[in-house]
Each structure stands twice: as C-alpha cells, then as structure tokens.
C-alpha cells in the first residue's frame, strides 16, 4: 500500500459530488475575485448569514465545538484543550467548547505529569483531565478537529472520509491565520484549504521523552494557540 495521501483524500471527497459534504462559503476567495472589492473596504469583523451559518455543526449547548486530537490523550491533546480552555475569556471565545481525545487513548489517565509541571509552572491549573478515546459521534458533532501530528490526521481520514475537512493540524491552522491576515472567515477558510501539512507543523509526542521535550511541546502548542484563537473567536454566529 503507497503512503496515505492527506491532500489525495481531501481532493476525492472535494471532487465527488456523491459524498463530499457541500463546500463552505469562503469569503476571502470571493473577494479576490471581485475588482470592486479591496483590502480597505474589507471589514474586521464577521457575521454569518443563517445559511452559511448552519454548515458548521454546534453542539446540544449550540456551541461550536472543537477537539484537540493526539495519540494517548494525556500530553499534547489534553494540554491544547487546558490552554484553550484557559485562554477562552482572554480571546472572547465564549461561543466555542474545547474538548479533546485520542487515537489510542489511555482512558481515564490524568495530564502527563511531567508536562503538568511545564502547564503549572507558568500558573495554570491541570486538574480535572481525563485521557478518552476518540469517537464517531465525537468527529461527527465536532466543528474542527485539530490534531498533534500528521499521523493522526490520517488514522481519521483514513477511518472516517466523510469528515475529511474538519481535520487539520494545529501548527497548520495556527500558519493558517497569520497567512490569512486574519481578515478572512477562519470557518470557511479552514474548510476549503487543502494544502497538506508540513513537516514543521507536527508536534513531537513528550510522553517518556524527558524535560526538554515536555517543555519544547508545550511552547509549540502555546505559540500555536496564541496564533489561532484570536482568529477563531472572528466565528461567532
């Protein structure tokens, strides 16, 4: 079997009309190719209309709903969703939940303790999580799914097609936004961008790897949401 293709799999499923969910409204595309529209007329702020709205799916609360993927859920995944977490005030995130999971989680297991102690040095509080196992109906329910590293973009492509633009890596997205300007939609703009990852934007695993690693993780995924929660909080239905 070749090498699983991220990008392959993200343009069959743009291209079949049969099972590709329809395709976000993108209002930066849109303005490029309008001549009477320019940066300066651009506005800084976004509301959806009610059709556009309702493509993102929302949750029971009628929040949009991200989750934070890596393998184990106990070191990269459960750190981004208690930073996320702890800096939803700080970004006007108030219509967003963050929650996280793994491809082959160690259920029921805490935060890593030796990247706890990176997360409370710097004042945070890391109680409270618990590693789960990723799920259908979480992929399904979820609004994005922003994982650790390439490998777990493609176990879900691979296991769940269907949910392909929903799967992005956080170091993407976070290039994402500052490629952007972040003038543009960042809903629609993370649905239909399907440029393949990196190399840079994996997110090494620290679980076992010592200090160094604990703390080269987390400084990763702090840039990383420092970037993109400021964009993501422009999602406001």
């Not at 990176?118 to 609004?143: C, F, P, S």
């Amino acid at each position: 079997m070749g090498i699983f293709n991220i990008k392959s799999i993200r343009e069959k499923y743009s291209t079949d009309s049969q099972s590709a969910p329809e395709a976000p409204w993108n209002e930066a595309e849109e303005n490029s190719q309008n001549p009477a529209h320019n940066q300066d007329s651009a506005p800084k702020t976004f509301s959806f209309s009610p059709n556009v709205a309702r493509k993102y799916p929302v949750n029971a609360n009628g929040k949009y709903e991200a989750y934070f993927v890596c393998t184990g859920n106990i070191a990269r995944s459960t750190s981004s969703q208690m930073l996320a977490n702890a800096l939803s005030e700080e970004y006007g995130l108030d219509n967003w939940e963050f929650k996280s999971a793994g491809t082959s989680a160690l259920v029921g297991l805490p935060m890593y303790h030796r990247i706890a102690k990176v997360w409370e040095a710097k004042g945070y509080d890391t109680h409270g999580y618990r590693a789960q196992q990723l799920t259908e109906e979480m992929i399904e329910n979820a609004t994005l799914l922003l994982v650790a590293d390439k490998d777990h973009a493609e176990w879900i492509m691979r296991e769940w097609p269907q949910y392909h633009a929903k799967v992005h890596l956080l170091k993407q997205v976070a290039r994402l936004a500052e490629s952007s300007g972040k003038r543009a939609e960042p809903l629609s703009t993370i649905y239909s961008d399907t440029e393949a990852p990196l190399p840079e934007d994996n997110i090494s695993d620290p679980f076992r790897q010592g200090d160094e690693a604990c703390q080269k993780a987390a400084g990763e995924i702090e840039e990383a949401l420092r970037a993109f929660l400021p964009w993501l909080a422009k999602a406001q239905s």
